[in-house]
């Protein structure tokens, strides 16, 4: 069974950064894509970012520019520094993967911007 354990989040003001970490066990890591998404309470879960095997990486449209996902194979982690954190990116944070049909999910991380 796949599992992730998210670390990271916290309460922090407006402007300012937190990085969320992702420890991934059960899994051949870089053998696969892995994301974050956010939900929002009274909201759907929303992907914030993508970075495949390669490295290469995808945005969504609010996070660009101040968001940066990275992964590290050897520590089978995948990161997401948030910079610039604005009220409106207060969620609970996942990481995510699809392997086969499946999909795999975190437990959360909660992100609160607030001043």
């Known amino acids: 069974q796949v599992q992730f354990v998210e670390s990271g989040g916290g309460l922090v003001q407006p402007g300012g950064s937190l990085r969320l970490s992702c420890a991934a066990s059960?899994?051949?890591?870089?053998?696969?894509?892995m994301d974050w998404y956010r939900q929002a309470p009274g909201k759907q879960r929303e992907l914030v970012a993508t970075?495949?095997?390669?490295?290469?990486?995808n945005y969504g449209d609010s996070v660009k520019g101040r968001f940066t996902i990275s992964r590290d194979n050897v520590k089978n982690t995948v990161y997401l520094q948030m910079n610039n954190l604005k009220p409106e990116d207060t969620a609970v944070y996942y990481c995510?993967?699809?392997?086969?049909?499946?999909?795999?999910w975190g437990q959360g991380t909660q992100v609160t911007v607030s001043s």
């Open positions: 995510h993967t699809l392997r086969g049909a499946r999909d795999y």
């Open positions: 059960r899994i051949i890591f870089s053998n696969y894509a």
């Open positions: 970075i495949l095997r390669g490295g290469s990486t």
